[in-house]
T-cell receptor, first 113, second 115 residues
Framework: DAKTTQPTSMDCAEGRAANLPCNHS???????VYWYRQIHSQGPQYIIH???NNETNEMASLIITEDRKSSTLILPHATLRDTAVYYC??????????????FGTGTRLKVLA | KAGVTQTPRYLIKTRGQQVTLSCSPI?????VSWYQQTPGQGLQFLFE???????NKGNFPGRFSGRQFSNSRSEMNVSTLELGDSALYLC??????????????FGEGSRLTVL
């Protein structure tokens, strides 16, 4: 199965952009990259996902390298409420319309006032 | 639209006992998956159910089992509890088929402590 590697922790100043990297060098051509975040023992919350192209929504931007071996989640203007653990996930095709989500160990982002 | 509901939120058991956790998915969602989260192992996939059938299974011993009912509600059961089963058990629902974002909607989790 594809595996994701993320830094254990990062700090970011409030109001600045937070750039969270993820390595998924074993990803296959049809496997999507998803990002979720988890705020202190709540259930993970969906942020964004992508396959090949860069994606943007109201929460964040996702930049995927051309070889798809890594990606970066960008929170353009981090706030204190963005302090959370961010998970980079690969969705693996299992056949017959089913998928399996491979969670990495996550990056603990701390936004500093 | 109501979110994913998990019950109970907290529970304490002793070694050797069994436990049943419940998950009610978002209305209209037919897929329910379960994850175990521990500080040491992170989030690990347990199994996924769709239309009352187990579609995927993670690498957990047979003590971990689950089922899904016709209304898509799901339960998971852990028998002969061990100390290492202490964890946050998360349930996630999704439509489960067709073209969709693939987004998983998670509940708040059931925190199990085994003494």
């Amino acid at each position: 199965d594809a595996k994701t590697t993320q830094p254990t922790s990062m700090d970011c100043a409030e109001g600045r952009a937070a750039n969270l990297p993820c390595n998924h060098s074993t990803i296959s051509g049809n496997e999507y990259v998803y990002w979720y975040r988890q705020i202190h023992s709540q259930g993970p919350q969906y942020i964004i996902h992508g396959l090949k192209n860069n994606e943007t929504n109201e929460m964040a931007s996702l930049i995927i390298t051309e070889d798809r071996k890594s990606s970066t989640l960008i929170l353009p203007h981090a706030t204190l409420r963005d302090t959370a653990v961010y998970y980079c996930i690969v969705r693996v095709w299992r056949g017959s319309g089913t998928y399996k989500y491979i969670f990495g160990t996550g990056t603990r982002l701390k936004v500093l006032a | 639209k109501a979110g994913v509901t998990q019950t109970p939120r907290y529970l304490i058991k002793t070694r050797g006992q069994q436990v049943t956790l419940s998950c009610s998915p978002i209305s209209g969602h037919r897929s329910v998956s379960w994850y175990q989260q521990t500080p040491g192992q992170g989030l690990q996939f347990l199994f996924e159910y769709f239309s009352e059938t187990q579609r995927n299974k993670g690498n957990f011993p047979g003590r971990f089992s689950g089922r899904q009912f016709s209304n898509s509600r799901s339960e998971m059961n852990v028998s002969t509890l061990e100390l290492g089963d202490s964890a946050l058990y998360l349930c996630a629902s999704s439509p489960g088929q067709g073209e969709n974002t693939g987004e998983l909607f998670f509940g708040e989790g059931s925190r199990l402590t085994v003494l």
